[in-house]
């Protein structure tokens, strides 16, 4: 093992030694930039100036199945629904919200069955629901939410989760609020 690295160290000196004569040799062959002309750019002639635009620049693709994960419905629905329930929420709509969920749902350890229960209790939300939870519905913009196969997340932490529902026959019911989290 001592005789390979002894002769691996002489080859590489040999080399690093080679090269940097090879490189000073080289220096006085090579021409510097000063001696070598550079040949004239060439001109267009009039008429062909005028063809000449700049490339069109494409618009970004738009992935109709961005949301695949949790729905195969389109991306337009799913931003569209996404954005009416964002609505619902910051005008306080409890009853437009109420027809939108998924029952049983339980929302901070309470299980509400059914629209009358949610709503039997909706006083109570605009007091419980924290500024933090508005603010971050107010700065979500519906446009390529984080999705999972469990669902599609609005607010930057999850405040309210929406997903595509099947009934006992397993026929989209379409989208419906899932969970709500910081009530």
């Given at each position: 093992?001592?005789?390979r690295?002894i002769l691996?160290?002489?080859?590489?000196t040999?080399?690093l030694?080679?090269?940097?004569?090879l490189?000073?040799?080289?220096n006085?062959?090579?021409?510097?930039?000063?001696?070598?002309s550079?040949?004239?750019?060439?001109?267009?002639?009039?008429?062909?100036?005028?063809?000449?635009?700049?490339?069109?620049?494409?618009?970004?693709?738009?992935?109709?199945?961005?949301?695949?994960?949790a729905t195969?419905?389109?991306?337009?629905?799913?931003e569209?629904y996404?954005a009416r329930?964002?609505?619902?929420?910051?005008e306080?709509?409890w009853?437009?919200?109420s027809?939108?969920?998924?029952?049983?749902?339980t929302?901070?350890?309470?299980?509400?069955?059914s629209?009358?229960?949610?709503?039997?209790?909706?006083?109570?939300?605009?007091?419980?629901?924290?500024?933090?939870?508005f603010?971050?519905?107010?700065e979500?913009?519906?446009?390529?939410?984080?999705?999972?196969?469990?669902?599609i997340?609005?607010?930057?932490?999850?405040q309210?989760?929406?997903?595509?529902?099947?009934?006992a026959e397993s026929?989209s019911?379409?989208?419906k609020i899932?969970?709500v989290n910081?009530?």
């Amino acid at each position: 093992m001592k005789k390979r690295s002894i002769l691996l160290l002489i080859v590489l000196t040999i080399q690093l030694y080679g090269c940097s004569a090879l490189g000073s040799e080289m220096n006085e062959t090579i021409p510097s930039a000063s001696e070598v002309s550079s040949p004239e750019p060439e001109t267009l002639p009039k008429e062909d100036e005028d063809m000449i635009s700049p490339p069109e620049e494409a618009a970004p693709a738009v992935d109709d199945n961005y949301y695949s994960a949790a729905t195969a419905l389109s991306r337009s629905d799913v931003e569209s629904y996404a954005a009416r329930i964002k609505q619902m929420f910051l005008e306080h709509d409890w009853s437009a919200v109420s027809s939108e969920i998924s029952y049983p749902i339980t929302i901070s350890n309470v299980t509400y069955n059914s629209s009358e229960d949610f709503l039997d209790a909706s006083s109570s939300f605009d007091s419980i629901l924290g500024d933090a939870f508005f603010s971050a519905l107010e700065e979500e913009d519906c446009i390529e939410m984080f999705c999972n196969w469990e669902g599609i997340m609005l607010g930057d932490t999850g405040q309210i989760w929406i997903g595509e529902v099947l009934d006992a026959e397993s026929t989209s019911q379409g989208l419906k609020i899932i969970a709500v989290n910081g009530i």
